[in-house]
């Protein structure tokens, strides 16, 4: 690890061809990689791309914030991983890396769409992401681009990671195609298992309306926005209260998350009728306070000067024809080893790194044990990627303490007919895991949790930020007198700072 970061001494070679295929680079740049791009016969298409079309002095600024960091070089080797574009020619002779090609396209080399022409709009509509989204009568919402591409640039450098800790195989090279559209679809599993759970497909319902999850909505406020997703019963009176609603309050079809949908367009006015009499940020304290989802809707600016991404270093620095942006820094935030903050850096060292031993090609991370605390539909999907890569994962619930997304009502009747086991969100983004029955709070459960972690290689909490390090779960006491534990934390704004006890949901995040 020449120069402290997770990849020093991996080489890499960009073949320029696309967004994903930069994004996935960019990737290994930031987590110190030597990365490397050709120069691409013709130039490349989106050095020249403005962010929109009507900003066309934006052109090439897109180009340089991907390619920042990366070396001009010659194709020749020796390579580790050898990165093809969604747009690169195929028909170029390019050499063969130690480890991995990883083949980036729209659709997949194989299959009914593989000769298809793809763009960020036709993926989206394929996978369902903009079917649910914008007024009833249509027409569907386009998320805007390179929204679709981005995944697909880290799902392929997620496949490029397994591949480089699965070693050097003595079959040879592995040539892992990536299609977009499939990496894309993950976008859209929470409508599926909406829909097989329903039992009928989800119709677009209009502004603010997301079958069955009632209210997750968009209010204006006196002076700016608020997202709300007042989901569990106790959410749903603390959100009535701070209204003062109390007619709402206690109805018998509004306190269960399940029945309120119905009533929307009954509720809905009463919210904007009381949210203009507050700002956004007034709002979004009281929902910290009151433990409710709520939080400020920013627009660009909010972004960027957003206090809790301030605090966390979470924009970094580039420069462009003369000026000094604030963008998005790579959000893979390992403590020890952590990505570039200054994207002007030169690239990294060129000096390879010796590879590890050859594993198990189809299971690159078989061996490795994960204990899971985590909860909901971040963390889990995490550990099942790991799963999918051949890592034990065993996750750990209680029945005092249940995942969440088995249910948020934990009524007598729900639990007598064995609800917690009908959940299609649970089973969708929990298989390939074993299961443990574990009640952290019971005096029997922390030592064993302890020794569960203690054989195992890697930890992975959701938790709201606090919960573990107060169990006696933290990071610190967990990795005493040992100096390989992995610990992947994923609390919603990050622990430390002003936002760390603010409740959220996906929905909330997006907002």
């Known amino acids: 690890m020449t120069n402290g970061q997770a990849l020093a001494g991996v080489r890499v070679l960009e073949c320029a061809g696309g967004v994903a295929g930069a994004y996935c680079g960019k990737l290994f740049a930031d987590m110190g990689a030597y990365v490397a791009r050709p120069a691409a016969e013709g130039g490349d298409a989106l050095a020249a791309q403005p962010l929109a079309l009507e900003a066309p002095q934006t052109a090439g600024l897109l180009h340089r914030y991907l390619n920042a960091g990366k070396a001009q070089a010659s194709p020749e080797g020796p390579w580790d991983i050898v990165i093809l574009g969604e747009d690169t020619d195929r028909s170029l002779c390019l050499p063969e890396p130690r480890i991995a090609t990883l083949d980036i396209s729209w659709f997949g080399h194989d299959g009914p769409y593989a000769e298809w022409a793809g763009s960020d709009l036709v993926v989206q509509a394929l996978s369902g992401m903009s079917h649910p989204c914008g007024p009833v009568e249509g027409p569907p919402?386009?998320?805007?681009?390179h929204q679709a591409t981005m995944v697909g640039?880290?799902?392929?450098?997620?496949?490029?990671?397994?591949?480089?800790?699965?070693?050097?195989?003595?079959?040879?090279?592995?040539?892992?195609?990536?299609?977009?559209?499939?990496?894309?679809?993950?976008?859209?599993?929470?409508?599926?298992?909406?829909?097989?759970?329903?039992?009928?497909?989800?119709?677009?319902?209009?502004?603010?309306?997301?079958?069955?999850?009632?209210?997750?909505?968009?209010?204006?406020?006196?002076e700016g926005w608020i997202g709300i997703t007042p989901l569990t019963p106790a959410q749903?009176?603390?959100?009535?209260?701070?209204?003062?609603?109390?007619?709402?309050?206690?109805?018998?079809?509004?306190?269960?998350?399940?029945?309120?949908?119905?009533?929307?367009?009954?509720?809905?006015?009463?919210?904007?009728?009381?949210?203009?009499?507050?700002?956004?940020?007034?709002?979004?304290?009281?929902?910290?306070?009151?433990?409710?989802?709520?939080?400020?809707?920013?627009?660009?600016?909010?972004?960027?000067?957003?206090?809790?991404?301030?605090?966390?270093?979470?924009?970094a620095r580039f420069s462009a024809e003369g000026r000094t942006y604030r963008v998005p820094r790579t959000p893979l935030r390992l403590e020890r080893t952590p990505p570039r903050l200054d994207l002007d850096s030169p690239p990294s060292s060129e000096a390879s790194a010796p590879l590890p031993a050859a594993g198990d090609p189809f299971a690159p991370l078989a061996g490795i044990r994960v204990a899971d605390f985590s909860m909901g539909w971040a963390g889990p999907l995490a550990t099942r990627m790991l799963a999918d890569l051949g890592a034990e994962v065993i996750k750990i619930e209680a029945g005092r303490y249940p995942d969440w997304w088995r249910s948020v009502d934990w009524s007598p009747e729900a639990i007598a007919r064995g609800q917690y086991e009908e959940s299609h969100h649970f089973s969708f983004i929990n298989r390939g895991k074993q299961s443990l029955s574990l009640d952290l709070t019971h005096p029997d459960g922390l030592p064993l949790a302890k020794q569960l972690v203690a054989e195992s290689q890697v930890v992975v909490e959701n938790q709201a930020a606090g919960v573990m390090p107060r169990l006696g779960l933290g990071h610190d006491a967990l990795s005493a007198g040992r100096d390989d534990l992995i610990m992947l934390s994923m609390s919603a704004f990050g622990s430390g700072n002003a936002w760390s006890d603010t409740r959220a949901y996906g929905s909330v995040l997006e907002q």
């Open 141 to 145: 919402t386009f998320l805007g681009e």
């Open 236 to 315: 749903w009176q603390s959100f009535c209260d701070m209204l003062g609603l109390a007619d709402f309050r206690d109805d018998p079809d509004l306190l269960p998350a399940r029945t309120r949908y119905p009533h929307a367009d009954r509720i809905e006015p009463e919210f904007d009728r009381v949210f203009p009499t507050k700002t956004a940020m007034e709002w979004a304290a009281l929902g910290r306070a009151h433990k409710v989802p709520m939080v400020i809707v920013p627009d660009a600016q909010g972004i960027l000067d957003h206090p809790i991404f301030q605090a966390r270093q979470s924009l």
């Open 153 to 222: 640039g880290v799902a392929a450098f997620c496949a490029g990671v397994a591949a480089l800790i699965g070693g050097r195989q003595p079959a040879g090279p592995a040539v892992l195609d990536v299609s977009i559209f499939e990496a894309v679809i993950i976008m859209s599993e929470l409508q599926m298992a909406n829909a097989v759970a329903l039992a009928m497909p989800i119709p677009r319902l209009g502004v603010n309306r997301y079958l069955p999850t009632c209210p997750l909505s968009i209010h204006r406020c006196r």
